[in-house]
């Protein structure tokens, strides 16, 4: 696929990181010539240098026979322009733009095909809101990831000494819990992936993956780990998109504080939100944090640009007795060195938005992809198209079904039924199919699966 | 300062006051009650004045500056109210001094309603027409100043009515032109008060007494035709009638437009201010009422209930009608009554007191200095609706407020001085203070046992209320008049 990426800022560039390893082939259009240099010297790609909406960059860039092109910039108004040149000049046939502004989004007839012409609009900062803010309600959790419009969930957790099913194999699971569905996806188990069978035993500190409905997520979860209480008090460093964003979905259920060290950021905040309390102060300020009772705090998150201070405000918060603390990591090195150190919980906004682009670029008809374990793992919602003869997966059993190594089917969504499938399932027509791939090589295996024959017209 | 082009203003409001005396004329022809000469004398005298006022400069075409307005503002009700005393000081058979009739008339213009006549059932038709027309006029002067000047002059925290209005008046300047809003306002004050009318006439009232208790009740004046007040038709249905034109009159005209040309209630609904001012007045009408009743004043329950609602809406918007005695009912209901007359109207309405808006920022205010004492690093805004108010605008209302509280101390101790008793004072200071009338003690009637001093320093206080304290103060600076 030939990909255009405009603007080659954090979210630009990991969007090229990861899809450059695809053997696509990618041209990044920034204005910083600098910025290039350094990309193009790590990655396989083509830079050019230029003002990214101007026709004339996105002519040398190669926007005559590009497949899709990506605005990434930082300006939401370049980010459009630039869809809009692309249509209109060289009719590309995919355009996906981040555009930040609540007021461009609440719009919806803005982005019409006769207004701007805009495929796909992300918002990464919305993304990783609500990233985090299922990780808040699913206290425990390691990541909870929804597919189907959040009507089956594929959750990660962490298994304790303590869960009832811990030390004994899956297939109990089930005598456990006769009225719950659910399906364990993959295990890891000190970094390496074991591909779950009936008889594997859960061990302590494994990392789970189970595929469940919403409402059944606790009482499985209540299986693997002694359930956290349900989490009222939130801090939140730093009031940036992110802080913002969040504080103003949690205020109405959560008790919400937000630190923010810039004194106009801070009164603009407190003007914009309702019943949190905003505080204007150092998030590493061990005074301000005790003043504030850090201590009957349930979850700390350090939301700030900076790396560096996340970490560290997040592992003061933990030492001064912050139930869990989450740090909001960009560096992928860095998510590594913390992840289930002190800090409970690493989130990386690449990974967190990297799904929405992948689902556009994946053959086939391939609806959510998720990112997993920094990009090593995906888990996909693909529809299944065609009948029994021109589809390799309809009217077939989930045994029958020739799924690459690595692959587990995890449910399929039929219309609004949810489904936890079992070896004997069937897939019918138009059904979601949830898998988890273990190994992001064999996505090539997994969408010509999916690929409808020839034949089918 | 601009003399030349004050002088012609005043020129103009005199000639045009004159015209309102026509009216009384007509209706003393009506009812043939010999009052006619006093209001043709009244007229010419007020014509002529404003005529030799105007002519001399008639052709000036000087424009007003900002600072004009306070001196225009505050000469509309000083020198119309002496002019409108005129009548009544010229009617012979009431036997008024001038500072009586100027304490009436200053009542009337800045609708107060304190009055100093006994008897009011006896006198003529045109003199109590006149009355009911004074506070007419006032409250119309009321609506145009608080909606279109005061938020240009900036008085108390009313600034907020410029720019950053919250809520549904996002555009508070209604239309963009002042005219054209004061046309708007008046056509809705208009419109109330005819409605009001028809509504008293159907509730039984006959047709003099419905037009003037119309114009004394959307204009929250509290002048009746009658010395029993509203407690003379000893109607039910006619008191309801009563509380619900109060309770539109106390609310801000503003509010009214909106709703009226987006043809919906969700204006008055949205408003924090009108919320604020509905469920205040509500609390305290449910306290009165039960309070009336365990104490066994009055022993009906629907008695209870009406009378405690009557006298807490027509006190707390401070319009001052009265259907019993507030003033001897048991404990602490007369006090807590006169208090709540301090929070008074919404600002933008012809109520008075210190505006519901005011009040409301003030509690905020003080909520937010405690969260401040357990959060000392939080930053927290005042927010009216969802709106944060600025800094500014907080620490006017608390200038506001202070300087209130201030000038109602002085004016108490003055009127101590001339030999009033405590209660008495107190309470004749609330009630022209807050534009309210009828007081406690002495005053719970009527003002005529008040001595002269005492007069014109409520009459003083009735202009400070209505002027929004500042506006009137402000020409006692002398930095005011500094070149």
């Known amino acids: 696929m030939k990909i255009i990426i405009l603007g080659a800022g954090q979210v630009g560039a990991s969007v090229a990181n990861n899809l450059a390893s695809e053997a696509n082939d990618i041209t990044v259009v920034d204005i910083d010539a600098r910025r290039l240099e350094d990309l193009q010297d790590r990655l396989d790609l083509r830079t050019v240098a230029g003002h990214a909406s101007h026709p004339e960059v996105l002519a040398r860039a190669g926007a005559e026979d590009a497949d899709m092109i990506i605005a990434v910039t930082n300006s939401d108004e370049t980010n459009m322009i630039a869809c809009q040149v692309a249509y209109t000049l060289f009719h590309t046939p995919t355009k996906i733009a981040r555009v930040r502004a609540a007021e461009y989004l609440s719009q919806t007839q803005l982005f019409a095909q006769e207004a701007l012409p805009i495929d796909v609009l992300i918002s990464p900062e919305q993304l990783v809101k609500n990233y985090i803010e299922r990780l808040i309600e699913h206290s425990g959790a390691l990541q909870v990831l929804d597919f189907a419009e959040g009507r089956v969930s594929l959750v990660a957790v962490k298994a304790y000494y303590g869960g009832p099913l811990v030390g004994h194999e899956l297939r109990e699971l089930r005598e456990h819990m006769p009225k719950v569905e659910t399906r364990v996806a993959a295990i890891f188990r000190r970094g390496r992936a074991i591909i779950p069978k009936g008889t594997t035993v859960i061990e302590a500190d494994d990392e789970v993956f189970f595929v469940a409905a919403k409402k059944d997520i606790r009482a499985v979860m209540s299986e693997l780990r002694k359930l956290d209480r349900p989490c009222k008090r939130v801090m939140l460093a730093g009031g940036g998109n992110i802080g913002f964003r969040l504080a103003e979905s949690l205020e109405s259920s959560y008790q919400v504080k937000i630190i923010e060290h810039n004194l106009k950021t801070s009164k603009e905040l407190s003007e914009k939100l309702d019943r949190s309390i905003v505080l204007y102060g150092d998030a590493a300020d061990e005074e301000l944090l005790l003043e504030e009772n850090i201590e009957n705090c349930d979850v700390f998150c350090a939301l700030t640009n900076d790396d560096e201070a996340n970490i560290l405000s997040a592992m003061l918060a933990k030492r001064m007795g912050a139930k869990k603390v989450m740090a909001l990591i960009n560096r992928a090195a860095y998510v590594d060195l913390v992840q289930s150190g002190i800090i409970d919980i690493a989130i990386s906004p690449q990974q967190a938005t990297i799904g929405s682009l992948l689902a556009h670029i994946r053959r086939g008809d391939v609806v959510v992809v998720h990112s997993l374990r920094r990009g090593a793992a995906e888990a996909i919602e693909a529809i299944a198209h065609g009948d029994s003869k021109t589809s390799k997966v309809v009217g077939k059993t989930i045994n029958e079904i020739q799924l690459p190594p690595g692959t587990t089917i995890g449910a399929i969504v039929r219309g609004n039924e949810v489904i936890i499938v079992h070896h004997d399932s069937v897939i019918e027509e138009d059904d979601h199919v949830i898998m988890f791939l273990v190994d992001k090589k064999r996505i090539v295996d997994v969408e010509r699966l999916f690929q409808v024959g020839i034949t089918f017209i | ?483």
């Open chain 2, 1 to 483: 300062m601009q003399p030349i082009a004050i002088q012609r203003i005043l020129g103009i409001l005199l000639m045009l006051f004159s015209i309102t005396m026509l009216p009384p004329i007509l209706i003393s022809f009506i009812y043939e009650d010999g009052a006619r000469s006093s209001f043709i004398l009244a007229f010419l005298v007020t014509f002529i004045t404003g005529l030799a006022c105007w002519l001399p400069v008639y052709r000036s075409r000087r424009e007003l500056r900002l600072r004009d307005g306070f001196i225009v503002v505050v000469l509309f009700w000083t020198v119309l109210g002496l002019f409108g005393a005129l009548p009544l000081a010229l009617y012979e058979d009431l036997g008024m001094s001038f500072t009586d009739a100027a304490f009436e008339s200053i009542s009337g213009l800045t609708t107060t309603g304190a009055t100093v006549i006994v008897g009011l059932d006896q006198l003529p038709h045109s003199i109590l027409y006149y009355r009911q027309q004074l506070q007419w006029l006032g409250g119309m002067g009321i609506i145009v100043l608080a909606v279109a000047i005061l938020p240009m002059l900036g008085i108390g925290g009313m600034q907020l009515y410029r720019a950053e209005t919250p809520g549904p008046m996002k555009d508070s300047k209604l239309t963009p032109r002042i005219t054209e809003t004061a046309k708007a306002l008046w056509y809705i004050y208009l419109g109330l008060t005819v409605l009001c009318a028809l509504a008293y006439w159907l509730a039984g009232m006959n047709g003099f007494d419905a037009l003037s208790h119309s114009f004394s009740t959307v204009a929250i004046g509290g002048f009746s035709t009658h010395d029993a007040s509203m407690g003379f038709f000893n109607s039910t249905l006619i008191e309801w009638v009563a509380i619900v034109f109060m309770l539109l009159a106390g609310m801000n005209f503003a509010l009214h437009f909106v709703s009226w040309r987006s043809f919906s209630l969700m204006p008055y609904l949205q408003d924090s201010e009108a919320r604020f001012y509905l469920a205040l007045l509500f609390m305290v009408s449910l306290f009165t009422a039960g309070y009336l009743y365990f104490t066994g004043t009055i022993n009906n329950v629907g008695d209870a209930i009406h009378h405690g609602i009557f006298q807490t809406v027509s006190i707390g918007t401070t319009t001052g009608f009265t259907t019993t005695g507030y003033a001897i009912w048991p404990g602490m209901l007369p006090v807590l009554l006169l208090f709540i007359s301090f929070v008074g109207g919404c600002a933008g309405s012809t109520g008075g007191g210190m505006k519901v808006i005011r009040f409301l920022l003030l509690i905020k205010q003080g909520l937010r200095e405690i969260t401040r004492l357990v959060h000392p690093s939080a930053q927290i805004p005042v927010k009216v609706g969802s709106k944060a108010m600025s800094d500014r605008v907080v620490n006017a209302v608390w200038g506001f407020f202070a300087v209130y509280v201030a000038m109602f101390v002085i004016i108490m101790l003055i009127l101590m001085m001339t030999g009033m008793d405590q209660i008495t004072a107190f309470s004749a200071v609330a009630a022209c203070m807050n534009n309210m009338g009828p007081g406690l003690g002495d005053v719970a009637a009527h003002y005529g046992d008040v001595t002269d001093i005492g007069k014109w320093v409520l009459c003083f206080a009735m202009l400070l209320g209505r002027l929004e304290i500042f506006t009137l103060l402000v020409l006692l600076t002398p930095t005011f008049w500094r070149k």
